[in-house]
């Protein structure tokens, strides 16, 4: 009979975390039991006109669907989507993503994420990408990211740059707010 694969319900890592500081956040996959919180959080027109790609306004049982939907992306593989989690007191304070994966040699996805507004610039988002992006190349061998910001978006910008990601040519691209430029970025992993 062939091993049983142990299955972690909260994926954290030891990598690049400065001495004598411990991360703050988890991240994990959505569960159903964080939808309310999800709904509360992108009902904030801040989180989901900046995000782009979320409804605004937020629709009625609009988080339960979103997490509904996990399953099939995840076993499709088109889409890593996790919860990040405050580790104070395991709440769901937002969620980070790769999508539009690509696989093989070379595998490539597009980096995601959103933190509600009370949790906005305590590192948290900076620390979930470390996780993120750690997961990626290990458990998924990606071998590179890109992501995108609105030229506005400075905060994002900032957390991109912070995860060691560089600049490319910015591009006009849609998005469900409209047409803008976006700063445009890479990381080899
Ligand atoms: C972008 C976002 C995810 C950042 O989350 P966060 O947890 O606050 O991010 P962090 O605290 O890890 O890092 C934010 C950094 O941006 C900086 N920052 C915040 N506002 C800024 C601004 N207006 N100009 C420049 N830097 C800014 C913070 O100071 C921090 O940098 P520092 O740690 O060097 O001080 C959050 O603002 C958000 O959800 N925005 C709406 C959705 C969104 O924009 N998603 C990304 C779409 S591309």
Redesign the pocket.
Known sequence: MGKVKRILPIFQTTVAQPMNHLPHVAIRPFIAADSAQVQILLSDA??AQ???NIPYPYPQYGAKNWITSHGAQHRSGTAIIRAIICLEDDQCI?AISIDQISRGLNASGNL????GVP?????????AGRLMLDLAAREYAMARLV????IA????G??LE?LGFSELEPQRMTNLSGQYLFRCYEKRL
Do not use: D, E, L, P
């Open positions: 801040r989180v900046t995000a782009g937002g995601g994420y959103w933190v949790y906005w610039n305590k590192g948290y988002c900076v620390q992501a995108a910001h609105r978006n400075a905060a994002s900032r957390v912070k």
